[in-house]
């Protein structure tokens, strides 16, 4: 009888489990967009850059960033948090099916890998994106390419990374 009530509680425990995945994944992603919203550590929050967005050349009311090793860790960060806020939503399904896998292998006492190192591939891989498009930001400011408030200052690039819409005729 007691190997009965010892599957049942190993039963029981693993079922949590995957609330407690859950539960992380939820937790993160509220954490993140918090983030985000309160202004990725630049001093300005989307409140006040979405006001500031309908001002005519906001740009020139801006002072360009200088570009030190803190400020560009400051920016991979926020390229880093913004990736986590929108595609860890996106992976939570793959993470979820993952951990369940998981729970099967452990109750068959097979080799399994905890569901947060899988995670951290995701996390690596938006990692390396995030590093790549800060040194992009950084590239295009110095060529004056990019304005303060990342908006394109040449019709050219502008053009090739969102073409407006044709007019309403």
């Known amino acids: 009888m007691s190997t009965l009530s010892e599957t049942s509680v190993l039963e029981t425990a693993l079922r949590r489990d995957r609330w407690v995945v859950l539960g992380a994944l939820v937790m993160v992603i509220i954490a993140a967009w ?7 550590g630049t001093g300005t929050n989307a409140v006040a850059m979405t006001q500031m967005a309908g001002t005519p050349d906001m740009d020139a009311m801006m002072e360009r960033a200088v570009w030190t090793p803190g400020y560009a860790g400051l920016m991979f960060a926020m390229w880093w948090v913004m990736m986590v806020a929108m595609m860890l939503p996106g992976a939570a399904p793959m993470l979820l099916l993952f951990a369940r896998v998981n729970r099967t292998q452990k109750v068959r006492d097979r080799p399994y890998v ?14 390396g994106f995030s590093a790549l498009a800060a040194g992009l930001q950084w590239r295009l400011e110095q060529l004056d390419l990019l304005g303060p408030m990342m908006t394109a200052t040449n019709y050219w690039l502008g053009g090739a990374i969102l073409p407006r819409p044709a007019s309403g005729n």
Do not use: P, Q, S
């Not at 918090?34 to 990725?40: E, H, K, P, R, S």
């Not at 190192?117 to 990692?127: T, V």
């Open 34 to 40: 918090i983030w985000i919203v309160l202004g990725a």
């Open 114 to 127: 905890r569901t947060g190192f899988f995670a951290a591939g995701y996390l690596a891989a938006w990692g």
